[in-house]
């Protein structure tokens, strides 16, 4: 990988929605450090990975934790579900994985029961209000019902918030949690069922008792990890950071309200690990080759048709979380500018090219029109981006299989020219383009 000029210190982000496929370059990448630091989202991303032929659905675990020997670190801008955590861990180890190097930041955040309930009922709530909802420009988000947004919540609300330490003190976390539970049924309850028992009372015992069993299986993994980052910085060591979800979900710099509840790019490496942002030598930006995004919010360059359907199965495109079909659309090189922008990307990564084989064309949108004329910006506004409409630029299709392409200049021209348009329209050049799931199927330029 030496004509990625990569450092010590290194991130790979999503540029999209998104599912871009950067569990396959963490992967890929990981044999080159010796660890890999998830540092925002929860159990509602999901990375697939396929090592010689089988394949791993990750949720919450780095996914460098499939090569052998490298520290796969949860950082604390992470919320951790437990039960999602420990299953992963049973699942990876039952499958010949080497769990041992995993590593829990004793600071991040744990998703609760109640947090789930909160948010299947918020959203439940929102879609029997749908009509008044609408007209008042919310309605709702389409979350994978995780619980991540409530903990995050609750984590600036600090009082109800439960960390990864508290786990390893189960007896004023008994405490807490009588006072989280009356705090937590006395606000949701109201959200339940008229004519049916509340359905957010919770039992502060029984949750003590889960939340007592969790630290007692993950308590050995708990640990600092601010500290431990910066000892292995300090001794030479290399250090990937693995971004969950895509830039343009980051709950600042995406299209608001319907965004995830971290900060999903570059920006969420310092406040998520506790590694300065002076330490990060380049950044790989993932980007599809074309468009998916899942859940509510605006898409711009959303297909509807027998093409959508002919990408959305080729592509494997149904959610690594939820199982739910993605949305499928032509690549947006304006998101795509703005998030290359907003991280500072240094290489970018494609990936799903073999994905628009056998298509007599191929569009890409470079620009979106407005009634006040058009521009080339982004707009991180679900509103106003609502409003925008794609301007196309056309290109040829490629009807050959690219999946046993190991070099770039074996592509089809035509493939080559969709490569070269997207480097020059992003202004950033393209160092691995991906040909196909497997690990040996990406060319290194």
């Given at each position: 990988m030496n004509s990625l000029a990569l450092g010590r210190c290194n991130a790979v982000i999503g540029l999209q929605w998104g599912d871009e496929g950067k569990g396959k370059y963490v992967d890929l990448?990981?044999?080159?450090?010796?660890?890999?630091?998830?540092?925002?989202?929860?159990?509602?991303?999901?990375?697939?990975?396929?090592?010689?032929?089988?394949?791993?659905?990750?949720?919450?675990?780095?996914?460098?934790?499939?090569?052998?020997?490298?520290?796969?670190?949860?950082?604390?801008?992470?919320?951790?579900?437990p039960d999602t955590l420990i299953g992963e861990v049973d699942g990876l180890a039952a499958r010949g994985v080497d769990v041992s190097g995993l590593v829990v930041s004793d600071r991040a955040h744990v998703v609760?029961?109640?947090?789930?309930?909160?948010?299947?009922?918020?959203?439940?709530?929102?879609?029997?209000?749908?009509?008044?909802?609408?007209?008042?420009?919310?309605?709702e988000i389409g979350t994978t019902r995780r619980g991540i947004g409530p903990a995050y919540a609750d984590k600036v609300h600090r009082t109800t918030a439960v960390r990864a330490c508290d786990l390893l003190r189960p007896a004023q976390l008994r405490e807490r949690l009588e006072l989280v539970c009356w705090a937590k049924s006395a606000t949701l309850s109201p959200l339940g069922e008229p004519d049916q028992p509340p359905?957010?009372?919770?039992?502060?015992?029984?949750?003590?008792?889960?939340?007592?069993?969790?630290?007692?299986?993950?308590?050995?993994?708990?640990?600092?990890?601010?500290?431990?980052?910066?000892?292995?910085?300090?001794?030479?060591?290399?250090?990937?950071?693995?971004?969950?979800?895509?830039?343009?979900?980051?709950?600042?710099?995406?299209?608001?309200?319907?965004?995830?509840?971290?900060?999903?790019?570059?920006?969420?490496?310092?406040?998520?690990?506790?590694?300065?942002?002076?330490?990060?030598?380049s950044v790989v930006?993932?980007?599809?080759?074309?468009?998916?995004?899942?859940?509510?919010?605006?898409?711009?360059?959303?297909?509807?048709?027998?093409?959508?359907?002919?990408?959305?199965?080729?592509g494997r495109e149904y959610?690594?979380?939820?199982g739910r079909p993605r949305r499928v659309?032509?690549?947006?090189?304006?998101?795509?500018?703005?998030?290359?922008?907003?991280?500072?990307?240094?290489?970018?990564?494609?990936?799903?090219?073999?994905?628009?084989?056998?298509?007599?064309?191929?569009?890409?949108?470079t620009h979106?029109?407005?009634?006040?004329?058009?521009?080339?910006?982004?707009?991180?506004?679900?509103?106003?981006?609502?409003?925008?409409?794609?301007?196309?630029?056309?290109?040829p299709g490629f009807s050959a299989d690219i999946t046993g392409v190991r070099r770039l200049a074996d592509l089809p021209r035509e493939a080559r020219r969709y490569l070269d348009f997207v480097q020059e329209a992003v202004g950033v050049r393209a160092g691995l383009v991906s040909v196909g799931p497997g690990r040996e199927q990406t060319i290194v330029v």
């Open positions: 990448l990981a044999s080159e450090h010796d660890a890999v630091v998830r540092f925002n989202g929860g159990a509602n991303a999901g990375h697939s990975v396929v090592v010689g032929g089988e394949r791993f659905s990750l949720h919450l675990i780095p996914s460098g934790i499939l090569t052998k020997g490298r520290l796969a670190v949860i950082g604390n801008g992470v919320v951790v579900d609760m029961p109640y947090h789930k309930s909160e948010d299947s009922l918020r959203e439940e709530l929102l879609k029997s209000q749908r009509q008044v909802a609408e007209e008042g420009g919310l309605v359905s957010a009372r919770f039992d502060p015992s029984e949750l003590a008792a889960r939340a007592a069993g969790w630290g007692a299986r993950l308590g050995p993994m708990i640990q600092d990890t601010a500290y431990l980052l910066h000892g292995l910085l300090a001794d030479g060591k290399r250090v990937l950071f693995e971004g969950a979800n895509g830039t343009l979900l980051d709950v600042d710099h995406g299209t608001y309200p319907f965004v995830t509840s971290s900060s999903t790019g570059v920006g969420g490496i310092a406040s998520g690990s506790g590694v300065p942002p002076s330490a990060l030598n930006g993932v980007m599809k080759s074309y468009s998916t995004r899942v859940g509510g919010g605006p898409m711009p360059t959303e297909l509807h048709d027998d093409r959508a359907q002919y990408i959305r199965e080729r959610g690594t979380t939820t659309g032509w690549l947006d090189l304006v998101g795509v500018r703005y998030a290359c922008m907003i991280n500072g990307v240094s290489t970018l990564a494609v990936t799903l090219l073999d994905v628009l084989a056998g298509m007599d064309g191929l569009e890409v949108c979106y029109e407005f009634e006040g004329g058009r521009t080339d910006r982004f707009i991180p506004d679900a509103a106003d981006l609502a409003r925008a409409r794609p301007v196309y630029e056309r290109l």
